[in-house]
């Protein structure tokens, strides 16, 4: 079953600690994306990567960093540098051939206690 | 002035009802115009993909783009209670790192 997984799905944390959302897709698409949504608020690009090894930031880097070893894989780390972690977070890839149509997955919902 | 923007809404319509929902953008150099919808709690997903002008139909849903009004459209015909969700219009341009920019989303309300 082709798709993006996308994992924890809930998850909490205490202020000052640092964690890492998973981000694993089968697709085969060379380009990642992560965004943050807030209620009431579009989208917002925080880090993405066209190939291996390379990623580029976005609009609200600061305080989230990101790898990218694998082709599959593109996780996110938010940092206790991130001032209101709180919110939800997509991660998304694009087809090689597919325009600018990006495919998301399920989101992980980060709630900072 | 942001690059797209969208009302937020909430739309509340009763079943049945055609619904319009709207974006505008600021910049012409944009050629791809997508529509997603969102389930609360879910990840968006594409229901629209339109390339340059013109319209797009698919089953109840048309897209509609008007490049020298900066405006696209998305109309549901026979709206349903299972269209009940959030509606995201995204724009992208040609070339460059494929970014697309997306709007704040418009909440719909579509009750029996």
């Known amino acids: 079953d082709g798709g993006i997984t996308q994992s924890p799905k809930y998850l909490f944390r205490k202020e000052g600690q640092n964690v890492t959302l998973s981000c694993e897709q089968n697709l085969n698409h060379d380009a990642m994306y992560w965004y943050r949504q807030d209620p009431g608020q579009g989208l917002r690009l925080i880090y993405y990567?066209?190939?291996?090894?390379?990623?580029q930031k976005g609009d609200i880097a600061e305080g989230y960093s990101v790898s990218r070893e694998k082709k599959e894989s593109f996780p996110l780390t938010v940092t206790s540098a991130q001032k209101n972690p709180t919110a939800f977070y997509l991660c998304?890839?694009?087809?090689?051939?597919?325009?600018?149509?990006?495919?998301f997955g399920a989101g992980s919902r980060l709630t900072v206690l | 002035q942001k690059e797209v923007e969208q009302d937020p809404g909430p739309l509340s319509v009763p079943e049945g009802a055609i619904v319009s929902l709207n974006c505008t953008y600021s910049?012409?150099?944009?050629?791809?115009f997508m529509w997603y919808r969102q389930y609360s709690r879910k990840g968006p997903e594409l229901l629209m993909y339109?390339?340059?002008?013109g319209n797009k139909e698919d089953g109840r849903f048309t897209a509609q783009v008007d490049k020298s009004s900066k405006y696209i459209s998305l109309f549901i015909r026979d709206s349903q209670p299972s269209d009940s969700a959030t509606y995201l219009c995204a724009i992208a341009r040609e070339g460059g790192s494929y970014i697309p920019t997306f709007g704040r989303g418009t909440s719909l309300i579509v009750h029996p």
């Open positions: 339109t390339y340059s002008s």
């Open positions: 990567s066209q190939i291996v090894n390379d990623f």
């Open positions: 910049n012409s150099a944009f050629q791809y």
């Open positions: 998304a890839t694009r087809h090689p051939l597919g325009a600018n149509v990006l495919t």
